[in-house]
């Protein structure tokens, strides 16, 4: 779960980084939301996998 939450935040650095105006650079419109929603599935995938163990 720690590497999915990890995967979050630096999507959202990413995006963070873009430096064209309102984030609408390659950093903030692909490769962060990428990163970010990589995250988010990875943290799903460790919860699913730790109740499917406990059941």
């Given at each position: 779960m720690a590497i999915?939450?990890?995967l979050?935040?630096?999507g959202f650095i990413?995006?963070?980084l873009d430096s064209t105006p309102h984030g609408n650079g390659f950093l903030g419109?692909?490769?962060?939301?990428?990163?970010?929603f990589a995250?988010?599935?990875f943290e799903f995938?460790?919860?699913?996998?730790?109740t499917e163990k406990n059941s």
């Open positions: 999915g939450f990890g979050i935040v630096l990413i995006i963070g419109l692909t490769l962060g939301p990428i990163v970010t995250g988010f599935i995938y460790a919860i699913f996998a730790k």
